[in-house]
T-cell receptor, first 114, second 116 residues
Framework: TQLLEQSPQFLSIQEGENLTVYCNSS?????LQWYRQEPGEGPVLLVT?????EVKKLKRLTFQFGDARKDSSLHITAAQTGDTGLYLC??????????????FGTGTRLQVTL | GAVVSQHPSRVICKSGTSVKIECRSL??????MFWYRQFPKQSLMLMAT?????????EQGVEKDKFLINHASLTLSTLTVTSAHPEDSSFYIC????????????FGSGTQLSVL
């Protein structure tokens, strides 16, 4: 059973468009992270959100953690071809400060074309 | 930032042989390392949690005798796929958490295993 469902599974857009990726769960997470992974490589951490309702911005990327800490969204403004990749959300259910394991979402594959 | 090195990046082996994958934390001590498996175009599935000096904790459905994990030092964990079969072909990724920064996981670059 996948605890974290991402939508959409696949998204193909043109450069300059905006998009939002959703990460939903029925479980509460102490923190949630977003990663981007390129083919043949390991995931690279983009952001960690901890507080319900928290919003973090990373250049053109805006991340939000739901008030109930069960869901999150990633919004990309004016997408670029370099944004192409697999986006993964990952939730941690243990206490903050412990090396508890991450549960990864189902993934969203983004393709940005010229 | 912290660096995790995974080796080899790609391995092809014959069915029935064993393959060892190494995961090293290069500039920090990792008391806990995690091993994941990823099928094409799918997400990462946690296989096991590797704790230095103790037995690994395996996720449900993962055969511990099939996927041997050793974490003998604070900088090295190994995953050995024993008697590999074609269905074991997959992308294997390790990650390590840094003491005091355990909200961050640093990932290796992955190992693509192909069993013929």
């Amino acid at each position: 059973t996948q605890l974290l469902e991402q939508s959409p599974q696949f998204l193909s857009i043109q450069e300059g468009e905006n998009l939002t990726v959703y990460c939903n769960s029925s479980s509460v997470f102490s923190s949630l992270q977003w990663y981007r992974q390129e083919p043949g490589e390991g995931p690279v951490l983009l952001v960690t959100v901890v507080t319900g309702g928290e919003v973090k911005k990373l250049k053109r990327l805006t991340f939000q953690f739901g008030d109930a800490r069960k869901d999150s969204s990633l919004h990309i403004t004016a997408a670029q071809t370099g944004d192409t990749g697999l986006y993964l959300c990952a939730g941690r259910r243990g206490k903050t400060g412990t090396a508890s394991k991450l549960t990864f979402g189902t993934g969203t594959r983004l393709q940005v074309t010229l | 930032g912290a660096v995790v090195s995974q080796h080899p990046s790609r391995v092809i082996c014959k069915s029935g042989t064993s393959v060892k994958i190494e995961c090293r934390s290069l500039d920090f001590q990792a008391t806990t390392m995690f091993w994941y498996r990823q099928f094409p175009k799918q997400s990462l599935m946690l296989m096991a949690t590797s704790n230095e000096g103790s037995k690994a904790t395996y996720e449900q459905g993962v055969e511990k005798d099939k996927f041997l994990i050793n974490h003998a030092s604070l900088t090295l964990s190994t995953l050995t796929v024993t008697s590999a079969h074609p269905e074991d072909s997959s992308f294997y990724i390790c990650s390590a958490s840094t003491p005091g920064q355990s909200e961050k996981l640093f990932f290796g670059s992955g190992t693509q295993l192909s069993v013929l």
